[in-house]
């Protein structure tokens, strides 16, 4: 059973990158234990900035940062980065075309018995209608190492949604299927498509395993790149089937 959330491999990824680039920075909202960018303070004191609870300064100073040539990635929890900051995610980042990367960590309902107030069902809606911002969820532990890796060779400001705790492996470490703003179709089935990004990508493949043993045949795919939305593979995948169901931890409004 994994236990490394992907929150956390999203640290080592930055860090292996700090360790080769000083424009690498990473910014918090008093939230380096959540966002497990501790071990990444510590390590790289000078290419860290902590800004206590204020998450519109947090995004607001990683703009800034950015247009003076660093690559920034403000981390702070989705509920708040997607809703206090917005403002600051729509001009300072991408109306701005800033090279800031907007990580929104325990999105959806990971954080539960905090409550709705800690609780993100809005962001992909939210983050979604800013033009110019793209959206991304990694499905497990080997895609966010694969998202990150290509997110710190392009120069475009993204939101990119991480849960909380560590979840199965959708893929295997040595293949790792991955381009930038393509789906990964799982399997293919001729009568049911399940649809899915994020955490609830590993639910729909054991769901289609259980079909497809069951005589039902199912695809599955992974739509990690919410916007821009895969429409080809989108379309292509559900062409002929007699059912498309869309998985996703997200309020059942503008979504995937």
């Known amino acids: 059973m994994n236990k490394i959330p992907n929150r956390a491999v999203m640290c080592e990824v930055l860090k292996e990158a700090a360790a080769k680039d000083k424009n690498v920075v990473v910014l918090c909202s008093d939230s380096r234990g959540s966002g497990s960018m501790t071990s990444f303070a510590e390590e790289y004191p000078k290419q860290f900035v902590e800004v206590g609870i204020a998450e519109q ?36 980042c991408a109306y701005s075309n800033t090279n800031v990367k907007l990580v929104g960590i325990s999105g959806g309902v990971s954080y539960g018995a905090l409550g709705m107030t800690h609780h993100s069902a809005q962001d992909i809606a939210a983050m979604s209608a800013i033009p110019g911002m793209r959206v991304y969820l990694p499905s497990d532990r080997h895609q966010t190492r694969k998202l990150f890796e290509a997110l710190l060779r392009d120069t475009q ?100």
């Open 57 to 92: 300064n947090l995004v607001s100073i990683a703009a800034g940062l950015a247009s003076c040539g660093k690559k920034a990635f403000a981390v702070s929890p989705a509920s708040f980065i997607s809703t206090r900051s917005y403002e600051q995610c729509k001009v300072d």
């Open 157 to 256: 400001t993204a939101y990119i949604r991480t849960g909380r705790n560590p979840v199965e492996d959708v893929y295997d470490e040595n293949n790792v299927p991955f381009e930038m703003d393509k789906a990964t179709v799982l399997c293919e089935g001729t009568d049911v498509l399940l649809v899915a990004c994020g955490e609830m990508v590993k639910p729909i493949q054991d769901a289609a395993k259980l079909l497809n043993a069951q005589g039902v045949s199912t695809g599955a795919l992974d739509m990690y790149c919410l916007k821009p939305l895969d429409r080809a593979c989108l379309l292509s995948a559900a062409k002929g089937k007699k059912l498309v169901v869309n998985v996703e931890e997200h309020a059942p409004f503008c979504e995937l």
